[in-house]
């Protein structure tokens, strides 16, 4: 009888042990879950925040690219100016002015005056 009350209490034991790991695992999962939902109400409101400042600064960023591109458009026009100089005053020397000042009356900014 021994032998059966030993087996009895090792079996007690067993369940015992069993339904306490089952209740952890339960408790992990339950708690698992709960810091999903957590997280991603922690992930809404970090999204909600980046859409506000997205909004807030997106003139801010549009006004940048503008004035960049403004930027850009004036170096342009400074290049294609100085090149636009560089042609002329090649011109004019060739012409054989020694006035770099040019005005409508004179051939090169007149083209009805200047002679084939």
């Known amino acids: 009888m021994d032998w059966l009350n030993l087996s009895r ?3 007690i034991a067993v369940r015992s042990t069993l339904k306490s790991v089952n209740q952890i695992l339960y408790d992990i ?3 698992e879950m709960l810091l999903t939902k957590e997280l991603r109400k ?5 999204n ?6 997205e909004g ?14 403004a ?10 100016k100085d090149v636009y100089d560089t042609y002329r005053y090649a011109y004019i020397g060739k012409m054989g002015f020694t006035s770099t000042r040019i005005t409508a009356s004179s051939p090169v900014g007149n083209p009805e005056n200047e002679s084939g």
Do not use: C, D, W
């Open 9 to 11: 209490e090792q079996v």
């Open 29 to 31: 999962a339950t708690h």
């Open 42 to 46: 922690i992930l809404n409101s970090v």
């Open 48 to 53: 909600v925040g980046i859409k506000k400042i």
């Open 56 to 69: 807030k600064y997106a003139p801010t960023a549009l006004y940048l690219a503008v004035n960049s591109h």
């Open 71 to 80: 930027m850009r458009f004036r170096q342009a026009i400074s290049e294609v």
